[in-house]
């Protein structure tokens, strides 16, 4: 979904901002690391986003079977029966299968998204289940039982959780942030949202492809100078009410948050980039907090971004 949105720019620039809602209880954000397959073509507005399709039996067969198994670590309740499906997600370049569990009614009561290698990517509990048993007693015992999961699970989490209770006590979200060589994987890494006493609630792991670095990277100072000129061209009179506030390296996936000629989609393969914020103030400030640019680590091109109103 794209939102057109005008600031106070010199005349005949417009900025479309891609808006991204995510959901914090369904926790199933871009699933990644899976082959691009149909899904490679980038999506444009006015195009279908998902397509799903029937799966052949053998090959649901065995989606059933890595369901049943990964529902069984995840102490999912045994259904009546499982849909599969093939489902291809064009802005998110990504194809999976889907296997929802549903009752004798027909109602769904959880889903999981395999890869092609059979890999789980994602799973969600449907339903609000927050009573149950005892309580995990603190954070340390929810990251340890995030821990232990993600062991069960096969995924890829190493080193000590991020841990955080969910607002009115609705239970703890244990996650393990992305990094490469020091660099943080922006929206990558693996989550689990769990209901107070434990049980799991969401699983997400997000993968997505890395391009090669630059082989030369614009030292802080470089980059802080490149990001005061994009704003000052971006603001022309009112550049002197929007100021960096922090910049830092991070892989990122560009956006057509500053060209609206580009695909609707974010890239689907990540770039390293400097991050930056940049802070309003004075008359700015009433309708606009902050500016983020993502400027190519290697080269200071402006490769997207987002806003803060």
Do not use: C
């Not at 194809?95 to 929802?100: A, S």
């Amino acid at each position: 979904m794209h939102a057109g949105l005008r600031l106070p720019l010199r005349p005949g620039i417009r900025i479309l901002i891609a808006v991204a809602v995510a959901g914090a209880a369904l926790g199933l954000g871009i699933p990644a690391g899976t082959a691009p397959g149909d899904a490679a073509d980038r999506y444009i507005a006015g195009g279908p986003v998902v397509e799903r399709s029937p799966v052949a039996a053998e090959r649901a067969s065995a989606a059933r079977a890595l369901a049943r198994a990964f529902g069984s670590r995840l102490g999912l309740a045994e259904p009546a029966a499982f849909r599969v499906e093939r489902v291809v997600d064009r802005f998110a370049s990504t194809t999976y299968d889907e296997v929802t569990g549903t009752d004798e009614t027909g109602r769904a009561l959880h889903l999981q998204r395999l890869d092609d290698r059979g890999r789980l990517i994602a799973a969600v509990v449907f339903g609000w289940q927050s009573s149950g048993g005892r309580p995990l007693a603190d954070a340390r015992a929810a990251g340890d039982r995030g821990s232990r999961l993600v062991g069960q699970l096969g995924l890829e989490a190493p080193g000590a959780p991020e841990t955080r209770r969910l607002p009115d006590d609705d239970g703890w979200t244990v996650s393990w942030p992305r990094v490469v060589e020091g660099v943080p994987v922006i929206g990558d890494g693996v989550r689990i949202d769990l209901w107070p006493d434990g049980r799991v609630h969401a699983v997400v792991r997000t993968e997505r492809d890395l391009a090669p670095a630059p082989s030369s990277i614009l030292d802080q100072a470089a980059a802080r100078s490149r990001a005061e000129a994009v704003l000052a061209d971006l603001f022309a009179s009112r550049a002197g009410e929007i100021a960096v506030a922090r910049l830092a390296l991070g892989w990122i996936a560009p956006n057509d948050a500053f060209d609206p000629s580009g695909p609707d989609a974010p890239g689907s393969t990540l770039r390293l980039a400097w991050v930056v914020e940049a802070r309003t103030a004075g008359d700015l400030a009433e309708g606009l907090r902050a500016v983020k640019l993502f400027l190519d680590a290697g080269s200071g091109a402006l490769l997207g971004g987002d806003v803060l109103r």
